[in-house]
């Protein structure tokens, strides 16, 4: 039997008046547990305080200037905290980038490279204190006391020395053909004093003399004049700006080298 249009409606008001009265029951439980509505706003507060955590700050610490942070972990918190004593730049995302490191660090860094710098200089060939100093100071960052202690640690070891510099210094421009002059006042343009540099020119007359006759040979081919005056005025002027004194030309010229 096909239901007729009012019986239709009677079963559709029975149902809306259920699902209303469901509804209702509903709400009332809901309202039996306060804490339950309460919970949406503290949701909210502790999304809040997370951003407000998350969010760019400036400090500034003694000794450091003002360093950006942003959702910096706890290592790097720990880490900016020792702003007193160091200081401490982090990057876009609280990174740590760079730490100065402490003062007596820094200075050894610099004294290990003076020392390495001046050990192969001296590996080279040997230098006067002078000289080494003066090569020290034009690479240090340290300034004059620490090349100074570099010279003094080098000088105690035996590794720089003066007087050894002086005496090999003098025989290569001795073989070269200079004479005393000459060689002394290069000495004591590089720092060696005055008794050092005539301790390393210490040698016979006669031996100056022989060493003047080869520089005569070997710039004009003979080492005898004879009768050419021409000849015996331009070896002397050569001797002479070689650094040979004039009694030692003049004996050398006189003698064995102008023998006829």
């Known amino acids: 039997m ?83 004593d160091e200081d401490i730049q982090l990057d876009a995302g609280g990174s740590s980038l760079f730490e100065r490191q402490p003062a007596a660090d820094s200075e050894q860094a610099e004294r290990t490279r003076l020392m390495d710098y001046a050990l192969r200089q001296l590996a080279r060939r040997e230098h006067a204190a002078v000289e080494l100093r003066r090569k020290l100071m034009a690479r240090a960052r340290g300034g004059e006391l620490m090349v100074r202690q570099v010279i003094e640690d080098l000088t105690a070891d035996g590794s720089l020395s003066d007087e050894r510099f002086a005496s090999e210094y003098a025989r290569s421009r001795i073989r070269k053909g200079y004479g005393p002059l000459r060689i002394r ?36 081919g003979t080492s005898v004049c004879g009768d050419d005056a021409a000849l015996g005025q331009r070896m002397a002027r050569f001797l002479s700006q070689r650094g040979y004194p004039a009694d030692l030309i003049y004996r050398a010229l006189d003698g064995r080298l102008c023998e006829a």
């Open 185 to 220: 006042m290069e000495l004591l343009e590089k720092g060696v004093s005055d008794r050092l540099a005539d301790e390393a020119l210490a040698v016979p007359e006669a031996y100056w003399e022989q060493q003047a006759a080869a520089a005569c040979e070997k710039k004009y």
């Open 2 to 84: 096909k239901p007729n249009r009012g019986d239709l409606c009677e079963l559709a008001v029975r149902d809306g008046a259920a699902a209303l009265a469901a509804l209702t029951d509903t709400l009332a439980r809901l309202q039996a547990f306060p804490d339950f509505a309460a919970d949406g706003d503290q949701s909210s507060a502790q999304s809040r305080d997370l951003t407000a955590a998350n969010a760019p700050i400036h400090r500034s610490t003694p000794g450091s200037t003002a360093v950006r942070e942003t959702g910096r972990s706890h290592c790097d918190q720990v880490a900016y905290q020792r702003g007193d």
